[in-house]
């Protein structure tokens, strides 16, 4: 994770059911690291896992982050400890900024897609494509409009004229179709899509079919059901760096065995989506299980996601 970041929230606020956004400041006061539209920060919350959160706030400012957190039904800890524990006042480790998911600097035009917790990476998007007056149009499917965040601020921004909203529980005339809402292909736009599985993959597949270009089209995975199989085979993964040999049983992730064997690979969601556990690798065939590398990046297989991929090969040699 890097050199932490110790800060302290300001403020707690509930943006919707079952979302809560919190606000962190340097606990001396001073400008936090700058960010980019897109970028997210590690969390470490008080006695969960660490989690990866996304920025929401407008990337010019430097006095606070701002992340909002869903408090999901089946957590495993990250999303149930930041409701349930961090109060107003609290501190908090974080890591500095990354960005896995930025605005392309080329594009003359930006097509905005958000679909729940999602809207976080994107309503930032929005927020900067405004301040730098580039031409856009955002999207924002939620079920209702008690389970919108954000609600208020977007409603109120001067580019809200810029912003559609799809209720799932609303008329069907304004509800989402990814058919009828997504145009043909042009040269400089660029589309951005976030939020759970199925809606990134609807989108991109009409995208695809409609002849849009992989690389005008970017996605961020918030969540992945990994599920592993107890009959699968296990393998061996090789440590390069220390010759150290570990057996991967059935049933059992390579980021658990490699950590029980005293193996250290910094990780964040355990899902696939983050990339933070992202390893090279030296020999071997991957089974690619993640929703953070593209196909084509899969399709090379120098990289590897060791929270859920797996072997194809007896052994697999990581650069670790």
């Not at 900024?97 to 998007?125: E, W, Y």
């Not at 900067?128 to 109120?156: K, P």
Request: hydrophobic share 40%.
């Amino acid at each position: 994770m890097g050199v932490l970041l110790s800060v302290r929230v300001s403020a707690v606020t509930d943006e919707a059911q079952g979302i809560r956004s919190f606000e962190l400041v340097d606990v001396a006061g001073s400008a936090l690291p700058a960010f980019s539209a897109g970028a997210h920060i590690d969390v470490i919350p008080p006695g969960g896992p660490t989690r990866s959160y996304s920025l929401c706030n407008n990337p010019s400012e430097r006095h606070r982050y701002l992340i909002a957190v869903q408090r999901e039904a089946d957590s495993r800890g990250g999303s149930a400890s930041m409701h349930e524990r961090v109060r107003a006042g609290d501190l908090l480790a974080i890591s500095a900024p990354k960005n896995h998911f930025p605005l392309a600097r080329d594009a003359s035009s930006s097509l905005l897609l958000a679909a729940g917790i999602g809207v976080t990476p994107i309503l930032s998007m929005a927020e900067r494509l405004h301040a730098s007056g580039s031409d856009f149009q955002m999207h924002y499917c939620t079920r209702s409009i008690q389970r919108t965040a954000f609600h208020r601020r977007i409603t109120t921004a001067p580019y809200a004229e810029k912003v559609h909203f799809h209720f799932g529980d609303g008329e069907a005339v304004q509800r989402f179709d990814v058919a009828t809402h997504l145009p043909e292909p042009q040269s400089g736009v660029h589309l951005y899509v976030c939020g759970p599985g199925g809606f990134i993959e609807s989108v991109l597949t009409t995208a695809q079919a409609l002849g849009w270009k992989e690389s005008h089209l970017h996605r961020e995975y918030f969540g992945a059901h990994v599920e592993l199989c107890g009959a699968e085979e296990g393998f061996e993964v090789v440590a390069a760096r220390t010759g150290k040999v570990v057996v991967v049983p059935p049933g059992k992730t390579v980021l658990q065995a490699l950590a029980e064997a005293g193996v250290d690979v910094p990780f964040s969601c355990e899902q696939g989506v983050c990339g933070t556990c992202e390893t090279r690798v030296l020999d071997g065939m991957p089974e690619h299980r993640d929703l953070y590398l593209t196909p084509h990046e899969q399709a090379a297989n120098d990289r590897f996601m060791p929270c859920c991929s797996r072997s194809l090969s007896p052994r697999l040699v990581l650069d670790l």
